[in-house]
């Protein structure tokens, strides 16, 4: 096994590179359909509490629901890729995607939205765990980093896609109320939609090729060496194929027992990844996506403005995810994890002192004089800063930093932790909000925000350049 992170018997040639990224593009389409579904529902958030007549508290449950769904889809993704193989588990997320897509646009109660919400959570989480482990293990080390980035770069896409087609059919519609095509109102539409990109994932899963782990796991060596040779440009498959299973330690399927260890009863880099995981959603940034048009509302923007001020963040949230896809072999995971903590605070702290100079309440709450622009600039500073760290490098980071053998149970396990927390904050954004300020929430997010430099800072080892093999050995130092 090489021991310097280098991969000696690998052609990386323009033509691998070209075939890797094109399979990339294809699997990352789950990413988007993740993008999209946790945001799509930004538009309607008021349209469906007009509809359902729904208070604060239940339409935050609305809500948060899918994260529930995701949290558990997360949990067993793992498991289900290990025993029916990376494809068939992204078509069954593409499956239900779909029909998430379908039922909620004609959900007839509330609690008929947060059945199929539930159903779009479980899609969402399996996606979650599924297309970084998949890249991962697809990947040439040289360029893991970069290629994983473009998961996140699928999801901020999806998230601008949604954002763009919410407001598109509001504009349309003279409002998210408004009756539209076949008299669906356009916020029905808002989630019909997605159920194109589903079927779009659902046939480009058919197409791509199978992970070499998963190939070599179930004792396929020759379709594993034809993937490792046409894709990854690996020379010496044999030897290749030999590292990969002596990684996997034991020839039988890993279990959940397989995480205990001597760290509080489970393996040391299992914290590490929960932690990062559980930061990532701590410092705030889904209540920005979930909620940013209602935020906007209530801060003065007119319902267009502010729909065109949550276009405007997801665009800078899409091209800042570039600049990870360049750096993040270049520079490091930790060094730009640490850059966007330090970013990340200040753009909160400037939000936080802007909503704390809030006047009025609920719907009749106000920014005075500078603090409007202030809030504005400060949220999307915040948005930069993750959007090219934060965002992308934690899910390049979980989908390498686990053992090849328990890799895909513990990347489930600490993805459920991402939407716990996700769920967390989302479910009490709202509430928190309306009763205590704008201002708290956004002052715990940048508390966060200091935590998670001081914790990348001190606990989390650094993992670009080695082989996946090679990460086993580090993550077990």
Excluded at 308 to 336: E, H, K, P, Q, Y
Aim: some cysteine; charged content about 15%; glycine content about 10%.
């Amino acid at each position: 096994m090489s021991g310097n992170g280098t991969e000696p018997e690998a052609e990386q040639s323009p033509r691998h590179l070209a075939r890797v990224i094109a399979i990339t593009v294809a699997a990352a389409v789950g990413g988007l359909l993740f993008g999209f579904d946790t945001a799509v529902i930004n538009g309607a958030v008021d349209s469906i509490q007009g509809e359902f007549d729904l208070s604060p508290s239940v339409l935050g449950f609305t809500v948060a629901i899918t994260l529930l769904g995701c949290a558990a889809g997360a949990w067993f993704a793992g498991g289900l890729a290990d025993r029916w193989g990376r494809k068939k588990v992204m078509i069954a997320a593409a499956f239900l995607f779909a029909i998430n897509s379908a039922g909620s646009a004609y959900a007839f109660s509330e609690w008929d939205l947060m059945a199929w919400r539930l159903v779009g959570g479980l899609a969402i989480g399996i996606a979650s765990v599924i297309v970084p482990g998949y890249i991962a293990e697809i990947a040439p080390s040289k360029w893991r980093g970069g290629l994983a980035s473009v998961q996140q770069l699928a999801i901020t896409v999806g998230i601008f896609a949604a954002l763009l087609s919410d407001a598109s059919l509001a504009n349309a519609a003279g409002g998210a109320d408004g009756e539209f095509w076949w008299g669906l109102a356009a916020w029905r539409w808002m989630l019909l939609v997605g159920v194109v990109p589903a079927v779009v994932y659902g046939i480009l899963a058919l197409i791509i090729p199978e992970s070499p782990q998963f190939l070599i796991r179930a004792g396929r060596d020759a379709e594993a060496a034809r993937v490792l040779s046409r894709v990854s440009g690996v020379q010496d498959t044999d030897s290749k194929i030999g590292q990969i299973r002596e990684s996997f330690e034991r020839e039988d399927r890993a279990s959940y027992r397989d995480l205990r260890g001597p760290a509080f009863g489970l393996q040391p880099i299992l914290w590490v990844g929960m932690a990062i995981a559980a930061l990532q959603q701590l410092v705030g940034i889904n209540a920005i996506f979930y909620y940013s048009t209602t935020l906007w509302k209530s801060v003065g923007f007119s319902e267009s403005d502010s729909f065109t001020t949550s276009v405007i963040t997801s665009i800078i949230n899409v091209g800042m995810t570039f600049v990870a896809i360049f750096f993040v072999d270049r520079v490091g995971r930790r060094r730009l994890l640490l850059i966007g903590s330090v970013g990340m605070t200040v753009g909160l702290l400037a939000a936080t002192l802007a909503f704390l100079q809030a006047q009025g309440t609920g719907e009749e709450l106000t920014l005075p004089g500078a603090w409007g622009p202030i809030a504005l600039v400060g949220a999307n500073l915040f948005v930069i800063f993750f959007a090219a760290t934060w965002g992308p490098v934690m899910w390049v980071t979980l989908g390498e930093m686990f053992p090849n053998r328990i890799r895909s149970i513990a990347l489930g396990v600490a993805t459920m932790v991402n939407w716990v927390f996700n769920f967390i904050v989302t479910l009490t954004f709202p509430w928190v909000s309306e009763n205590f300020g704008l201002w708290i929430m956004y002052a715990a997010f940048t508390v966060f925000a200091v935590l998670s430099f001081v914790f990348v800072r001190t606990r989390l080892p650094e993992f670009t350049g080695k082989d996946l093999e090679d990460n086993a050995e580090l993550s077990t130092a």
